[in-house]
Structures are given as structure tokens and as C-alpha cells.
């Protein structure tokens, strides 16, 4: 007893049969690749946003450095100024705090 058909049909295709599993396969294939082309798109899409927003924090944490040096050498001037005047035999405004701290940073 044979549960199974036999996998090799005894009656031949005709033509008109190739011709409708072409007109179903076609479709099918072509929206496939449709469909997985607008889901590749979909998905480069929220990349280049992900990519963005990270280029975007990296572009404030390099200006958020760029501030700190900045201030960092402002106050390294103000400090190397204040040195030269110490040297040059202005105490006026001597304080000898500032004057350790100017030599430690410097």
C-alpha cells in the first residue's frame, strides 16, 4: 500500500500548463524582489539615522573638548602673564597661592 504519489508523473505537460506556472511564478518572483528591495531601503534609511545622531554626539563631545582647551589655555596665558609680572618685580597683586598654582600648572 502505497501512501505516497509516485513523484514522476505518468502524464505529460502540456504547453498551456509551463505558460500558467510561468504567470504565477513571474509575479511571485518579481514582488519578492520588490519587497525586499523597499525593505533594504527601509533599513538603510534608519541606518543613516542612527549613523547621524552618532556623528552628531561625536561633533559636541569634540566641541565640548575644543571649549575645555580652550579655557584650559586662556587660563594657562592669564597664568604665564601673571608669572612674567611676578618676575618682572611686580607684587602688587602678589598672592602667594596663585603664585605655587601658577608654577604647578605652568
Keep these: 500500500m502505497e501512501v505516497h504519489p509516485p513523484h514522476h508523473p505518468t502524464h505529460k ?4 500548463e509551463y505558460i500558467i506556472e510561468f504567470l504565477m511564478l513571474f509575479p511571485a518572483v518579481t514582488l519578492g524582489f520588490f519587497a525586499e528591495n523597499i525593505r533594504e531601503n527601509i533599513s538603510e534609511h534608519n541606518k543613516k539615522k542612527e549613523l547621524l545622531e552618532i556623528v552628531g554626539h561625536d561633533f559636541q563631545r569634540d566641541l565640548d573638548q575644543l571649549k575645555f582647551h580652550e579655557n584650559f589655555a586662556k587660563e594657562k596665558l592669564e597664568l604665564c602673564n601673571l608669572m612674567i609680572r611676578y618676575l ?6 602678589a598672592n602667594r597661592k596663585q603664585f605655587y598654582h601658577a608654577l604647578v600648572i605652568i
Design 88 to 93: 618682572d618685580g611686580d607684587y602688587s597683586d
Design 13 to 16: 505537460k502540456i504547453w498551456s
